[in-house]
């Protein structure tokens, strides 16, 4: 088993639920090992369990939460929930939620399939295909920029919420044009299902953008606050 350092950014965290959306890595960039991961390194719907801290789940300690792998084009995302209702699970998530940006992240896996070659003139391993077992907070982490930079729970900030709904609704942006990419490929549009989806992001950033070209009130602030929390809560997967 070999650990890769996360750049995870935690989108959206209820405090009620224990879930959390992270950007766990970045594709095609070399990092502290000398590795460049690949798209399509991660397996696109697998899950994997949140390891007790510093993979402490390795050497027996139970895990923390789990939750599922999502690929865009330039990222691995991971969207899981912390089991509240186990003491350990629920002190990993207050960890991390007071932790924030000092907090950073790795993942234990299985190489699959690598080669060897040049990147930007450095020798590097290329990783493309991974076996992921878990993801995991830690100290220090081995990869570049890993960091926490955002929870959501009751009493989060009007602006951090807004930072939240951009990174999620970005990641899911890229999800799109991918998919999109693929299926024009193939000669085919979109799933009726995934295009009621994509219509409802739509029209929810419009009316967004309705309300902030309004001239301001009371009732349109309450208004726009009210989208916001809409567009936090809403499913971006």
């Known amino acids: 088993m070999d650990t890769k350092s996360l750049?995870?950014?935690?989108?959206?965290a209820d405090e009620d639920k224990g879930e959390v959306t992270a950007v766990f890595?970045?594709?095609?960039?070399?990092?502290?090992?000398?590795?460049v991961t690949l798209k399509g390194a991660f397996e696109d719907g697998a899950e994997v369990l949140i390891s007790a801290y510093q993979h402490e789940s390795w050497m027996g300690s139970l895990p923390v939460g789990k939750g599922v792998i999502r690929e865009t084009k330039?990222?691995?995302?991971?969207?899981?929930?912390?089991?509240?209702?186990?003491?350990t699970g629920a002190d990993?998530?207050?960890?991390?939620?007071h932790a924030g940006d000092l907090m950073e992240w790795s993942y234990g896996y299985d190489v699959v399939k690598a080669s060897f070659g040049e990147h930007e003139d450095r020798s590097v391993r290329f990783l493309e295909k991974l076996k992921v077992h878990e993801v995991s907070p830690v100290l220090i982490?081995?990869?570049?920029n890993t960091r926490t930079l955002a929870t959501k729970s009751a009493g989060m900030k009007f602006t951090d919420e807004g930072l939240a709904v951009v990174a999620a609704v970005e990641s899911y942006i890229d999800r799109a044009?991918?998919?999109?990419?693929?299926?024009?490929?193939?000669?085919k549009a979109l799933g009726a299902e995934s295009t009621e989806v994509t219509e409802r992001v739509h029209a929810a950033l419009k009316r967004l953008a309705e309300?902030?070209?309004?001239?301001p009130t009371p009732e349109n602030e309450a208004d726009i606050a009210?989208?916001?929390?809409?567009?936090?809560?809403?499913?971006?997967?």
């Not at 990993?92 to 939620?97: E, I, L, M, T």
């Open 177 to 187: 044009a991918d998919v999109m990419a693929k299926r024009q490929e193939k000669g």
């Open 141 to 144: 982490g081995a990869g570049v």
């Open 25 to 35: 890595s970045t594709l095609d960039v070399e990092d502290k090992h000398g590795d």
């Open 74 to 87: 330039t990222e691995a995302v991971f969207n899981g929930k912390f089991w509240l209702d186990t003491q």
């Open 211 to 215: 309300l902030l070209d309004a001239e």
């Open 226 to 237: 009210r989208e916001i929390a809409r567009l936090a809560a809403f499913e971006l997967g």
């Open 92 to 97: 990993h998530f207050r960890a991390v939620k």
């Open 7 to 12: 750049r995870v950014e935690l989108k959206d």
